[in-house]
């Protein structure tokens, strides 16, 4: 089993739709969530940065996290055409490790 | 702000060939990660540098080297050069060893 797991997608909505990205983990020891967006042949830019459960809101984004299920979540509203990206999940491990999920590519619809 | 720079941009090499790619980190970070990131597939951690000592290593080839200067910036020595060398070569930085990882632009190496 990954350490983390994140489903690749494609994801395709129409835009103004509400986007929910998901990732499970495997070690509940782990506490920094972080979500990047990746456009092609670009580097991975960091989007959102939780620590523990709960919810953090940026903008369009929230980034949530689900200690006991093991379970981070990005949701974006309204998203639009411009967010058509691969998004990133990454948990960072302790030490100077940090682990990406598999990256779900995203379509939005104009 | 700044970002972290690497060059080159691009770079294509032969079979083989030995390659050099630098990264320039955020002022300030002491912290360097180098990743690759193949076609389609998520970033490879291949080895992070704290104050200029290495701080873990990933999946990188024995044929791959890298090291943290004093000035922070690093760079990473590949030699022999394969055709599955090939791919996206990003270069991170993180303030206090840990966390909030910043990425660069990347190199793209292509191996004919």
């Known amino acids: 089993q990954k350490e983390v797991e994140q489903d690749p997608g494609p994801l395709s909505v129409p835009e103004g739709a509400i986007v929910s990205l998901n990732c499970t983990y495997s070690?509940?020891?782990?506490?920094?969530f972080m979500w990047y967006r990746q456009y092609s042949r670009k580097g991975p830019e960091l989007l959102m940065y939780?620590?523990?459960?709960g919810n953090k809101e940026d903008g369009r984004f929230t980034a949530q996290v689900d200690k006991s299920s093991k379970y981070i979540s990005l949701f974006i509203r309204d998203s639009q055409p411009s967010d058509s990206a691969t998004y990133l999940c990454?948990?960072?491990?302790?030490?100077?490790?940090?682990?990406f999920g598999a990256g779900t590519r995203l379509f939005v619809k104009a | 702000a700044a970002g972290v720079i690497q060059s080159p941009r691009h770079l294509i090499k032969e079979k083989r060939e030995t390659a050099t790619l630098k990264c320039y980190p955020i002022?300030?970070?002491?912290?360097v990660y180098w990743y690759q990131q193949g076609p389609g597939q998520d970033p490879q951690f291949l080895i992070s540098?704290?104050?200029?000592?290495?701080?873990d290593k990933g999946s990188i080839p024995d044929r791959f080297s890298a090291q943290q200067f004093s000035d922070y910036h690093s760079e990473l020595n590949m030699s022999s050069l394969e055709l599955g060398d090939s791919a996206l070569y990003f270069c991170?930085?993180?303030?206090?060893?840990?966390?909030?990882?910043?990425f660069g632009p990347g190199t793209r190496l292509t191996v004919l």
């Open positions: 002022p300030r970070h002491d912290t």
């Open positions: 990454a948990i960072f491990t302790g030490g100077f490790k940090t682990i």
């Open positions: 540098f704290y104050e200029k000592m290495q701080s």
């Open positions: 991170a930085s993180s303030p206090l060893a840990g966390g909030r990882q910043f």
């Open positions: 939780t620590y523990s459960s």
């Open positions: 070690n509940s020891a782990f506490q920094y």
